[in-house]
């Protein structure tokens, strides 16, 4: 295949997401964003948690990190609105307490009260849905507002201050969608949302450092998705053959079946007439066919 006939895959958002953000330094700006009371914020005050591959379909859109032992943020970026997010949600900062707990070698048996970081869950939404929610949760979504023993509560951000580092990631997404409507997933799609970006400082440090990373990004993720649906495609070639020769072979069986009932009826018949000819009485004859359940005429 041609290099600029090469396709992109439709959620590279995400991994361009996760991507951006494995540099501490826009994970500082990231925070200040989230939180912008924050005063002094350096990036060794900056550990990143973020536990790939768990919690989605073999892209990594989720982020987790933790600020001076003091917080842990968990934020998701997708393009495809869903609730789920919440227990996503749950089941990551539960799996990333257990790394902390065993981590800092904590014994939670212990009588004394543990000090944990406190968690915040975050969701970035870039897709086209108009979402009203700035927040969900597990109790409102599933159980309507029932008060109950555990509760998760996810904060929804679809925009942010102008010029901040949400801002232009969601920039980013919007830019990228709309040079794919126009040139389809294809590497001219790719250049000019990276020239675009550049030229209207959107995520421009970034780009300019990584444009040859970011494009690996894009095709392999597009290499995945190819192979992925052309083993789809064979899946159901091949269940379409099954089931054609399974429809076959019902048909031989079914065609036998009726040959065989149709032989047997037409030998009673026959019988029935010879016996008549030999001069045996109606009632025999009607013995014979109840034997057989064949209706006599």
Not at 6 to 17: A, E, G, W
Request: negative net charge; proline residues 2%; glycine residues 6%.
């Amino acid at each position: 295949m041609p290099t600029d006939k090469k396709i992109v895959k439709r959620n590279v958002k995400d991994s361009v997401f996760t991507n951006l953000f494995q540099d501490t330094k826009y994970i500082v700006e990231l925070y200040k964003a989230l939180h912008p009371e924050a005063g002094y914020v350096t990036e060794d005050m900056i550990e990143i948690v973020t536990l790939k591959n768990i919690l989605t379909d073999s892209l990594y859109n989720d982020l987790g990190f933790m600020m001076d032992k003091r917080l842990i943020v968990l934020v998701e970026a997708q393009s495809t609105w869903t609730v789920n997010i919440i227990l996503r949600g749950l089941m990551y900062l539960v799996q990333t307490y257990q790394d902390y707990i065993e981590k800092e070698e904590l014994n939670i048996y212990s009588s004394k009260k543990l000090e944990i970081p406190k968690p915040e869950l975050y969701v970035i939404y870039t897709g086209d849905k108009k979402v009203e929610e700035k927040e969900i949760s597990l109790s409102e979504e599933y159980f309507g507002g029932e008060k109950m023993a555990l509760d998760v509560r996810v904060k929804v951000i679809t925009e942010s201050r102008e010029g901040d580092i949400i801002n232009q990631y969601v920039m980013f997404t919007h830019i990228l969608n709309d040079r794919v409507k126009e040139y389809g997933r294809t590497k001219k799609a790719i250049d000019e949302t990276i020239k675009i970006c550049k030229d209207r400082n959107i995520l421009k440090e970034y780009l300019s450092n990584h444009e040859s990373e970011v494009h690996d990004i894009m095709f392999s993720l597009y290499d995945d998705e190819q192979i992925f649906n052309a083993a789809m495609r064979e899946h159901a070639k091949a269940a379409r053959k099954e089931g054609i020769r399974e429809g076959e072979m019902r048909g031989r069986m079914e065609g036998i079946k009726e040959g065989e009932m149709r032989g047997r009826m037409e030998g009673i018949d026959a019988m029935i007439a010879n016996m008549r000819k030999a001069g045996i009485s109606d009632e025999m004859i009607q013995n014979v066919a109840n034997m057989t359940q064949r209706p006599i005429s």
